[in-house]
Nanobody, 123 residues
């Protein structure tokens, strides 16, 4: 059983950068694909990015336009989401996830979730 814990959220201004971290506890972190989703109030949870077990495959949502970067440090059991040029539309709770089956864009296909960290971007 994997447990995930996110940190790094906060209140920032438009144009700022922020780095989210997700620490995993449990066996075999280095074998899991890790992902990030976000959910704004009243909206569906949406896919942001994922990184495969060894970091060689990284996939991003089209709407990001290159502003976010996902990375992982397997010895530290940690996955990161570096966010830059933040916009008010990026305001959401950001969730870390592990291990998916089927369509990675569907949050229902991921097996493990963290509690989320809030990111608020003011204009």
């Amino acid at each position: 059983q994997m447990q995930l814990g996110e940190s790094g959220g906060g209140l920032v201004q438009a144009g700022d950068s922020l780095r989210l971290s997700c620490v995993a506890s449990g066996p075999a972190f280095s074998t899991y694909t890790m992902g990030w989703f976000r959910q704004a109030p009243g909206k569906e949870r949406e896919f942001v990015s994922f990184i495969n077990f060894n970091g060689r495959q990284r996939v991003y949502a089209d709407f990001l336009k290159g502003r976010f970067t996902i990375a992982r440090d397997n010895p530290k059991n940690t996955v990161y989401l570096q966010m830059s040029s933040l916009e008010p539309e990026d305001t959401a709770a950001y969730y870390c996830a592990a291990a998916f089956h089927g369509d990675y864009r569907d949050h229902r296909n991921w097996d493990y979730w963290g509690q989320g960290t809030q990111v608020t971007v003011s204009s």
